[in-house]
């Protein structure tokens, strides 16, 4: 079992920027490829980034191509969500997730993560 903690969540005006940063709330090994999903009020879960182990590949969500940047520290087991040029509808309760596979794969779709944070809120006001 693995417990996340997500962290950099906040108020910011459009366009400015915020970090998240996500890592293992103890000392955990050999944490395989990471995402972070997001969730609006009265929306479903959506996908918005992945890396994988090695942190060499990622992927994006289209609407946040170009803005956002996801990368890893694998000495410290932390993923970083850098997001830039926000937008009021990035709006949503942020959070990251740890995939079930050990390999070097991307992984855009909720089943493909077992382990959740709990989440950290990010307001964009216009």
């Known amino acids: 079992q693995v417990q996340l903690v997500e962290s950099g969540g906040g108020l910011v005006q459009a366009g ?6 996500c890592a293992p709330s103890t000392r955990t090994f050999g944490i395989p490829g ?4 997001r969730q609006a009020p009265g929306k479903e879960r959506e996908f918005v980034a992945a890396i994988s182990w ?3 590949s990622t992927r994006y969500a289209d609407f946040v191509k170009g803005r956002f940047t996801i990368s890893r520290d694998n000495a ?9 040029s926000l937008k ?5 309760v942020y959070y990251c997730a ?3 596979f050990r390999d070097d794969n991307l992984y855009y779709t ?6 959740w944070g709990q989440g950290t809120q990010v307001t964009v006001s216009s």
């Open 16 to 21: 400015g920027s915020l970090r998240l940063s």
């Open 34 to 37: 990471m995402g972070w999903f």
């Open 54 to 56: 090695s942190g060499v």
């Open 76 to 84: 410290k087991n932390t993923v970083y969500l850098q997001m830039n």
């Open 88 to 92: 009021p509808e990035d709006t949503a």
């Open 98 to 100: 740890v995939t079930r």
């Open 110 to 115: 909720d089943n493909a993560y077992h382990y």
